[in-house]
C-alpha cells in the first residue's frame, strides 16, 4: 500500500512540474486551406503548400544540416531506398 501511494504521489508530482502555465492571451488560428486536384502532376499539386509553407521548409533544412550526422548513415538510407 504504501509503495502505490509512493508510485501515485511521484506519478502526481511528475505530471505537475510538465505543466507550464499560460501566460498571455490565446489567439486564434485559422490553418491554411487548400483545394488539392489528385489528376494534377506531383509538381503542380503541390506548388501552393510548397509557396505557403516555404520560410518554414527552409528553417527546417538549416536545421537539418546543423545537425552533425555521419555521411555513412546517408549512404545506408540510400542503399535502402534502392533496394
Request: aromatic share 14%.
Amino acid at each position: 500500500m504504501c509503495k502505490l501511494l509512493f508510485i501515485l504521489l511521484t506519478l502526481l508530482f511528475l505530471a505537475s512540474t510538465t505543466v507550464i502555465p499560460r501566460t498571455g492571451p490565446i489567439e486564434a488560428y485559422n490553418p491554411l486551406k487548400f483545394k488539392v486536384q489528385i489528376d494534377d502532376p506531383p509538381l503542380v499539386r503541390w506548388a501552393p503548400i510548397i509557396k505557403a509553407y516555404n520560410h518554414s521548409l527552409n528553417r527546417f533544412v538549416e536545421f537539418l544540416d546543423q545537425v552533425p550526422v555521419p555521411k555513412g548513415f546517408y549512404d545506408g538510407v540510400e542503399y535502402y531506398a534502392k533496394n
